[in-house]
């Protein structure tokens, strides 16, 4: 039972342009939300949280969006560089914290020049 | 230089041995956490403690075993019982209940 679903496997973008990589959840507890950037053979980075008492977050060339009705996120990156390339994992806690986390499988994004 | 060590970066280990993962933290944090990576999937959570001397089965305890007698430690065995071992085991800690989880370099288990 996938609670957390990343439906895009892999996405392709070119550099200077947006990419918009999506999450969906289906477990109505979860309330707060991460995304991590993670390199092959690496540990995961954090990049950007939002809890669900906001509908938006932003933090330089990232913003996430959170839509609680349709149980989604979204993780905007404008521009996308190369260095960018990389798989981006969604996450979710039903705590209101960083704890106990639900991921995604994961999207790879590449960025192309 | 703080940070979150992982041992050995590469383990190579015969069907039916016991092995240990190492995971060491030097920022002072409560909370750690282990996961593994498969191919094509997201990270699944073995076991956390969020205290020293407690911890708890994550999603998938199973044939996994941990302690955590030092706030800096927390070791993952890999036991005979697991029944598909190879995979990319990530530990994590954290600060406080608020605090993002930061991730280790990963250790890729291959049972031969």
């Known amino acids: 039972d996938q609670q957390v679903k990343q439906n895009s496997p892999s996405l392709s973008v070119q550099e200077g342009r947006i990419s918009i990589l999506n999450c969906d959840y289906t477990?109505?507890?979860?309330?707060?939300f991460l995304w991590y950037k993670k390199y092959p053979a690496e540990g995961p980075t954090f990049l950007i949280s939002?809890?669900?008492?906001?509908d938006k977050n932003e933090d330089g060339r990232f913003t996430v969006f959170l839509n609680k009705s349709a149980k989604h996120l979204s993780l905007h990156i404008v521009p996308s560089q190369p260095g960018d390339s990389a798989v981006y994992f969604c996450a979710a806690s039903p705590t209101g914290t960083a704890s106990k986390l639900t991921f995604g499988t994961g999207t790879r994004l590449q960025v192309t020049l | 230089d703080g940070g979150i060590t992982q041992s050995p970066k590469y383990l190579f280990r015969k069907e039916g041995q016991n092995v240990t993962l190492s995971c060491e933290q030097n920022?002072?944090?409560?909370?750690m956490y282990w996961y593994r990576q498969d191919p094509g999937q997201g990270l699944r959570l073995i076991y956390y403690?969020?205290?020293?001397?407690?911890?708890q089965k994550g999603d998938i305890a199973e044939g996994y075993s941990v302690s955590r007698e030092k706030k800096e430690s927390f070791p993952l065995t890999v036991t005979s019982a697991q029944k598909n071992p190879t995979a990319f085991y990530l530990c994590a800690s954290q600060h406080g209940g608020t605090d993002t989880q930061y991730f280790g370099p990963g250790t890729r288990l291959t049972v031969l």
């Open positions: 477990n109505s507890m979860f309330d707060y």
């Open positions: 403690s969020q205290i020293v001397n407690d911890f």
């Open positions: 939002i809890s669900s008492i906001k």
């Open positions: 920022l002072n944090h409560d909370a």
